[in-house]
């Protein structure tokens, strides 16, 4: 009897210990055919010391980038996160809500004075409630009003803006350009619902801060699934499509307030072909 009893005891922990090792592997599995320990692992480059004596040149440029557009479809998708990649907008939410990595300051300071707090971040992003009319289940052809809540989703954030400094520095004789803020662009809606009237600045992001998080956040590469890039890559390679909306002027005014249609966007290129020519005339050939 006692030997039955240790018969049964050893196969029950057996078929025990084989349930537990099949349920680790059903749980544990590696959707690929090796482990990617590059990008979550990355460093950040530090940037190369700056002295003010140095720099000779410079200029603050504002630029905006519309994540619709095919050049910067790698900062829009993945709409939804899939295999640890996510859009850089919600990179960004993540580091300001969820881990506490990035700092938000107030939209309408790109100077950086003001930090908001997570509850105030949180109001920025509140879901937006509206009334409909839908048919009465109890009085068919009668409308009754409906409270929706449409809750917020990063993929409404289409535009992005960027303050940089581009400056000659003459201890390196390089022409360099350094990223300084990065804010998040919403759609405001007219009454329909439907139409755009414009945009507005939820917040501003201090670049240098929120590259250690970029430096971990794998992007799609369109060539070579094995060669993800990260959004720092981005960024410094500069690898994304914009537009000048302003340059540092004695009014502190927009391109958009003294120009219009395509005088506008013929301003924006001759303040790159500034830029351009100022490197091209330091050397001579």
């Avoid at 140095?54 to 557009?69: A, G, N, T």
């Avoid at 300051?105 to 992003?125: A, I, M, R």
């Avoid at 201090?206 to 369109?222: D, L, Q």
């Avoid at 720092?232 to 004695?250: C, G, L, P, Q, T």
Wanted: charged share 30%; hydrophobic share 35%; net charge negative.
């Amino acid at each position: 009897m006692r030997k039955l009893k240790l018969s049964l005891l050893i196969i029950g922990l057996f078929f025990s210990l084989f349930t537990s090792t099949s349920l680790v592997a059903q749980t544990n599995v590696l959707d690929g055919v090796y482990v990617k320990e590059h990008t979550p692992e990355r460093k950040v480059i530090p940037y190369t010391y700056l002295r003010e004596a140095d720099v000779q040149w410079s200029k603050r440029i504002w630029r905006r980038i519309d994540l619709r557009e095919k050049k910067n479809h790698p900062l829009y998708f993945p709409i939804e996160k899939i295999n640890n990649r996510k859009s850089i907008v919600q990179v960004i939410l993540d580091g300001v809500l969820n881990d506490g990595t990035i700092t938000a300051y107030d939209g309408n300071d790109d100077e950086f004075k003001k930090p908001l707090t997570k509850s105030e971040v949180q109001g920025l992003l509140a879901g937006k409630i509206d009334t409909q009319y839908v048919d009465d289940p109890e009085n068919p052809g009668n409308l009754i009003p409906k409270v929706i809540n449409n809750p917020f989703k990063p993929e409404s954030i289409k535009k992005m803006d960027i303050k940089e400094d581009w400056f000659f520095d003459k201890q390196r004789s390089v022409l360099d350009v350094r990223i300084i803020g990065i804010s998040c662009l919403q759609d405001v809606l007219e009454e329909d619902g439907v139409s755009v009237r414009g945009q507005k600045t939820l917040f501003w992001i201090y670049f240098p801060e929120a590259r250690y998080v970029f430096a971990n956040a794998e992007v799609f590469n369109r060539k070579n699934d094995a060669e993800r890039r990260s959004y720092e890559d981005i960024f410094w390679k500069r690898d994304f499509s914009s537009y000048v909306r302003k340059e540092a002027n004695v009014y502190d005014r927009f391109i958009s307030d003294y120009k219009t249609g395509m005088d506008a966007l013929l301003e924006a290129e001759r303040v790159k072909e500034d830029i351009f020519n100022y490197e091209h005339d330091m050397w001579e050939y």
